[in-house]
DNA sequence: CTGGGGACGGGGCCC
DNA sequence: GGGGCCCCGTCCCCA
């Protein structure tokens, strides 16, 4: 005999302990807001939770405090309606935080839905359906990747797991949560400043974060209209350009239905903007951006999902665009640059040499390069490109390294054709930090 | 404080 | 239509 209420009753029952603040055993602070709840269910619900509450389980009689300072608390209140009644609230705005947050605290299926979500918005035929999104009650446990997720919408749950980007990181056990994947879409906050591109992927998310402000509101926003919009317009950016945007935003959003439609912010337009624009557009659903080109909207995307689907062979930084990895790759790893580094006078493979520092390369004239010493020592690229691939002689210099090193290099240089091998990798394989030894001998 | 370097987004063009 | 390449502007870090 099994009574099928029984599950959400008790979900129910839990939730109303837990805004009446009883029995709640575990403090949540979210940049200065407290939130009270159950260790049983944050633990349930959270891959997070369950790593921190497990290293305190021997102090049970202690009631628990976690800090965060990676989301925002509205930000939280989401995450935790959905652990105690199975519903995600999201919105165009507040999706990508979610996700983030929701990386942050390994919770799977949220991660999903906020992809979904997000997919979902680029997908014309789904555009109008995605104002509100839900999670049955019979799935309130976000950690278990093996249940399957229902929506209350006209959704279908992806089947594949998660892009590594948005995927927990396995060593985010702290409460002050500094172990971010290097390479994982992440708040601001949470980055370590030991590895080397924190610093840069911090601004860029501080940057990612100030354009999320601007994602556009959907007209039937379920929660947090009124505080997300202060949030906005009182986050909004000095920046000129940016609040001109912004007062447009607001203006469409403020329109009604002759205004913004979040559900066609991919579509092609001819006429929403009054601006004398030519038709055939493709706006994006996420900002005011418009361009003339499907695939230019495509790689527009991405700055608003976060994916860098194409990896550095050599340093392993992914790139969102692959004409940015290609340029990175020549710059910083090919020493296609030809000015000596020191003085920066033009060099020549007759005045100069090419050097290897660590994965960098770069070129240096022989007079520097005789200041320098032994430290960095030049690179032979011709005897090294006959060496490598003696019928490409047309190519530049090659990515080479010794045996000793990583042998996932090895079939870039095995690889004649190109200097750079292109692996749009799926990102639910984990890059990991590679340390390569100068190339000294 | 300033200039260089690198990353990155946007746009255009070619194939 | 999409991928790749190039150029430009902007931002930020660092010396």
Request: proline fraction near 4%; aromatic fraction near 8%; include cysteine.
């Amino acid at each position: 005999m099994e009574i099928s209420s029984h599950q959400s009753h008790l979900l129910e029952q839990l939730d109303e302990q837990r805004r009446q603040d009883v029995f709640c055993d575990c403090s949540i602070l979210v940049e200065g807001k407290v939130f009270k709840a159950h260790r049983n269910v944050l633990f349930a619900s959270s891959g997070y939770f369950k790593m921190l509450l497990s290293q305190n389980s021997k102090e049970t009689s202690q009631p628990t405090t976690a800090t965060f300072q990676a989301f925002s608390p509205d930000t939280f209140t989401v995450i935790l309606d959905f652990v105690y009644s199975g519903k995600l609230s999201l919105t165009g705005q507040n999706v990508i935080e979610v996700m983030s947050a929701a990386s942050f605290l390994q919770m799977t299926d949220v991660i999903g839905v906020c992809k979904t979500f997000i997919k979902s918005s680029l997908d014309i035929s789904e555009k109008e359906k995605d104002r509100y999104f839900s999670l049955s009650d019979k799935d309130v446990n976000s950690n278990g990747t093996e249940r399957s997720s229902f929506y209350s919408g006209s959704w279908q749950e992806e089947s594949s797991s998660p892009h590594s980007h948005l995927s927990p990181d396995q060593g985010a056990g702290g409460v002050s949560g500094k172990s971010w994947s290097k390479y994982s879409y992440h708040p601001a906050p949470q980055r370590s400043t030991q590895q080397p591109l924190a610093k840069h992927e911090q601004r860029k998310d501080s940057i990612k974060k100030a354009k999320h402000l601007r994602l556009s509101q959907p007209s039937e926003v379920v929660h947090f209209k009124s505080s997300k919009r202060e949030a906005r317009m009182s986050d909004s950016p000095s920046h000129g350009s940016l609040s001109e945007e912004q007062a447009q935003i607001d203006a469409e959003v403020d329109s009604g239905s002759a205004g913004y439609q979040y559900g066609q912010g991919s579509d092609v337009t001819s006429r929403s903007f009054p601006d004398d624009l030519p038709r055939m557009q493709f706006r994006c659903p996420y900002c005011t951006h418009v361009v003339k080109r499907k695939a230019d909207l495509k790689r527009h995307l991405r700055c608003h999902t976060g994916e860098r689907p194409y990896p550095c062979q050599a340093c392993g930084k992914r790139f969102s665009r692959l004409d940015h990895l290609s340029s990175h790759f020549r710059t910083i790893h090919q020493a296609c640059k030809l000015i000596c580094r020191k003085c920066k006078r033009h060099v020549t493979d007759l005045t100069g040499q090419v050097v290897q520092e660590g994965t960098r390369r770069y070129r240096l004239c022989n007079e520097c390069l005789a200041e320098v010493g032994i430290d960095s020592l030049p690179i032979d690229l011709e005897a090294e490109q006959r060496l490598m691939s003696p019928a490409d002689g047309d190519k530049d210099s090659r990515w080479h390294l010794s045996e000793d090193e990583n042998r996932s290099y090895v079939e870039i240089v095995e690889d004649g054709s190109a200097d750079l091998v292109i692996q749009q990798v799926d990102d639910s394989e984990e890059e990991e930090e590679k340390e390569i030894k100068p190339n000294i001998r």
